[in-house]
């Protein structure tokens, strides 16, 4: 399921795109420049929270099944073309070009982490698709950058918009009879040529129609109009400073090597009594965005202000 911005009235929809965007920047940083395991799952665990402040939890959990294949599939490959760590767990026979073959610790640690990291950064990715405007963002450029954002908002829409014809089409077809995906790999291929052709047409008749739309709402005649005003309000304001704790948090806590991982040559995790403060902030940040998302939902008060 490919994640598409769905208008849902969430907390974080209704902020201003720049506030949401820098969220989800840092915590992609933070998962970037950390090492430490423990700081992924809280990222993790970030996201989710935001994605249910948003009303976007459902799509954003369904990218499980990807994170799962990613996870896996570093966790296997890194034993096998690593040769370092100092804790042998298997020994192999001697293969040609590749030598001698072993498996250490320290390399499927290291396997499960750019496996959690990697999983932490999709997730983050889809939370920012799905609370995220594509068209607010790329509105945000004026002047000559209008044309190449109407240009990039058009592209973006492409895939999502020929999936959903796609989807429509293979309904129509099967509601009258039509057998499709039965045989041969062959006759499969075959049974989606037509399928590709309606495409096509749909795709080339939306382009002539959106062309027309925007000859009949003169675009290009004059200057730009928005349909909606985005502003910086006290939701943002809270945000921004929640977005600020975190990066700030998460590169103290680097640099300062409290958060520090060391995978080789042998696994290490310096603790110190503020390494738990450093690795929950964006937890509890998020966790301070879901109580906000859930008062503003309650408080026609708040939303007016927020």
């Known amino acids: 399921m490919i994640p598409v911005y769905r208008k849902t009235g969430g907390f974080l929809q209704e902020l201003h795109p720049v506030t949401v965007l820098a969220l989800c920047v840092s915590l992609m940083i933070v998962s970037l420049i950390s090492d430490n395991p423990l700081c992924q799952v809280a990222i993790i665990l970030s996201a989710g929270l935001l994605a249910m402040s948003a009303g ?5 959990f369904s990218w499980w099944k990807l994170c799962l ?46 496996g959690l990291r990697l999983s932490a950064v999709i997730w983050v990715f889809a939370l920012m698709t799905l609370t995220v405007d594509p068209d607010n963002v790329l509105g945000l450029l004026t002047g000559r950058g209008a044309k190449s954002a109407l240009l990039s908002a058009l592209t ?102 409290f958060i520090s991982f060391t995978y080789y040559p042998t696994l290490s995790m310096h603790y110190e009594p503020g390494t738990v403060a450093f690795v929950v902030v964006p937890a509890a940040a998020a966790c301070a965005l879901l109580l906000m998302a859930n008062i503003w939902k309650r408080s026609n008060w708040l939303r007016l202000r927020v």
């Not at 976007?56 to 954003?60: E, G, I, M």
């Not at 040769?83 to 396997?111: C, D, K």
């Open 56 to 60: 976007v939890f459902k799509p954003w």
């Open 69 to 114: 294949v990613i996870f896996a599939v570093a966790l296997l490959i890194n034993p096998l073309v690593s040769r370092y760590g100092a804790t042998v767990i298997w020994r192999g026979p001697s293969v040609p070009v590749f030598g001698h073959l072993f498996i250490t610790a320290e390399a499927v640690a290291y396997g499960a982490g750019m």
């Open 156 to 257: 973006l829409r492409m895939v999502p918009t020929m999936m959903t014809d796609a989807g429509d089409l293979l309904d129509a077809q099967r509601s009258r009879g039509v057998v499709v995906d039965q045989g041969s790999k062959w006759a499969a291929l075959k049974s989606r040529l037509p399928l590709v052709k309606r495409i096509l047409s749909t795709s080339l008749d939306r382009g002539v129609n959106l062309a027309e739309a925007m000859e009949s709402r003169a675009y290009g005649s004059g200057k730009r109009s928005r349909y909606r005003e985005y502003g910086f309000g006290a939701g943002d304001l809270a945000a921004a400073v929640i977005t600020a704790a975190v990066l700030a948090a998460g590169i103290a806590g680097v640099a300062a090597g």
